[in-house]
């Protein structure tokens, strides 16, 4: 007999959507963690009937439905509050404020007891969960379904999440509806929460990470996670590079196979409204070097309306797209695959945690801590300064 379904797909190119999962009618895929931690369908055989229909629905059978059409913006919330918890400029929260005033669903990764996955809400309060980004790999469970039943009721939905995450929904969904919105992230790729759990549990109590990434007043987003001691309530900080998850996430090193061969990475995008940072952002002239900025690619005419409908509440100016795709990696190309990448997780699954940390962590100096903190506190036009003046000597 021919097999007609996912276990037929390359581990590799298996990006861990769900889709597959979400159309089977007889609730015979379930994810399993491989060796490494990640997440992949598993077949059971006594149900399935080998109709087809998940290797039919399966992206790796697609071309990706990908717009070129292009305005690129440099932009932040103009509401410091509101934009708080967000990574970037915070222009998420005011498309989901724009669809939560239109009594829409908003669908988002939030992470909670170390586990990231994805919501959809039509609750404010979720919102402030939604924002900011999480470093791993968010899991979808059933809300394919959940969607494309809201979207059949008229309801407005908004959809973000990494590109993988938004083809699989539009190629689930099988045809367009004006009622959904949708929002991919600029992504490196993703790491799994297996590793994320294991890598805390070597902190001694237990922690649970609150946020990937803070930002500072004077000084711009610092790669520092923020950890919530459940013992005792108190807040720890570590720098991504003194945490091996952070490090590995960073260097690409543990990222799931299919991210170094994304098909998504690169100009032309799947979401109607694309959010990354701007990795150009320290030149523009007209910014001030300590605000935390996001790029916004608008990719066709919906994502126009949304922009039109939220740009009153935006600072905002027209970006060099051409210099942010050079500078931003992941608009051009997939993160590299290190050949490191063959032992990590061999490695940090077999070896001790001391060894591991001492192949794969950047080593950190004393001394360099000490810079480290007192960098902290020059502001960052100051050091742009210093920086432009080394380099005409
Ligand atoms: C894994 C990952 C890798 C990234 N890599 C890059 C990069 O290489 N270059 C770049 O320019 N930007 C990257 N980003 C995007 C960037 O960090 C910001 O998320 C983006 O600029 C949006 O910022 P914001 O302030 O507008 O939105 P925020 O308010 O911070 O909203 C974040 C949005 O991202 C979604 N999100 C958060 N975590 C995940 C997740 N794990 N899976 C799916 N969706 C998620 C949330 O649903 C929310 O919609 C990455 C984000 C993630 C999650
Ligand atoms: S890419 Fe998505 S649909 Fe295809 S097998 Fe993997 S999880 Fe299933
Ligand atoms: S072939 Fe059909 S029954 Fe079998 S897993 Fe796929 S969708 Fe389910
Ligand atoms: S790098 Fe590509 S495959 Fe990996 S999570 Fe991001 S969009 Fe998906």
Redesign the pocket.
């Known amino acids: 007999m021919i097999i007609n379904n996912v276990s037929v797909i390359d581990k590799k190119d298996c ?1 861990g959507c769900g889709v597959c999962h979400d159309v089977c009618s007889f609730q015979a895929i379930e994810f399993r963690e491989d060796e490494e931690g990640f997440l992949y369908p598993s077949i059971d055989k006594n149900r399935c009937t080998n109709c087809g229909k998940c290797l039919k629905k399966c992206q790796i059978n697609y071309d990706e439905d990908t717009s070129t059409q292009k305005l690129c913006y440099i932009a932040y919330n103009k509401n410091d509050v509101e934009s708080e918890k967000s990574t970037s400029g915070g222009v998420f929260p005011l498309i989901t404020k724009y669809v939560l005033e239109k009594k829409g669903y908003i669908c988002g990764a939030i992470i909670r007891n170390n586990d990231i996955f994805h919501i959809i809400s039509n609750d404010n309060n979720d919102l402030q969960l939604m924002q900011g980004s999480k470093y791993g790999q968010s899991n979808l469970k059933n809300i394919y379904n959940e969607i494309k039943d809201k979207l059949n009721r008229n309801i407005l939905c908004l959809f973000s999440g ?3 995450q938004v083809n699989g929904l539009k190629i689930f969904l099988g045809k367009e509806y004006d009622n959904l919105i949708c929002v991919d992230i600029v ?1 490196h ?2 790491p799994n929460n297996k590793l994320l759990k294991d890598d805390l549990s070597h902190y001694g109590t237990k922690y649970n990470v609150l946020s990937f990434r803070e930002k500072t007043k004077n000084n711009g987003t610092l790669y520092r996670m923020q950890l919530k001691d459940t013992e005792n309530n108190t807040i720890k900080k570590v720098y991504s590079t003194d945490s091996l998850y952070f490090n590995a996430f960073m260097n690409s090193v543990s990222l ?1 196979e ?2 170094y061969r ?1 098909k ?2 690169k100009m032309s995008r799947v979401g109607d409204v694309t959010l990354g940072d701007s990795a150009y952002s320290k030149n523009y002239s007209q910014l001030d070097p300590s605000k935390i900025v996001s790029l916004v690619l608008i990719n066709n005419a919906k994502g126009n309306k949304v922009w039109k409908q939220i740009s009153c509440d935006i600072n905002y100016f027209e970006g060099d797209f051409e210099k942010e795709i050079r500078e931003n990696k992941q608009l051009n190309r ?1 993160s590299l695959r290190p050949n490191l990448r063959d032992e990590f997780y061999k490695d940090y699954y077999e070896k001790d945690y001391v060894s591991v940390c001492s192949k794969y962590k950047k080593k950190i100096t004393s001394v360099s801590k000490i810079k480290r903190y007192v960098k902290s506190f020059i502001p960052i036009k100051y050091k742009l300064f210093i920086k432009k003046k080394l380099r005409r000597k």
């Open positions: 990006t990494t590109p993988c992504c790729g993703v799931r299919s991210c994304c998504f990475a997939p």
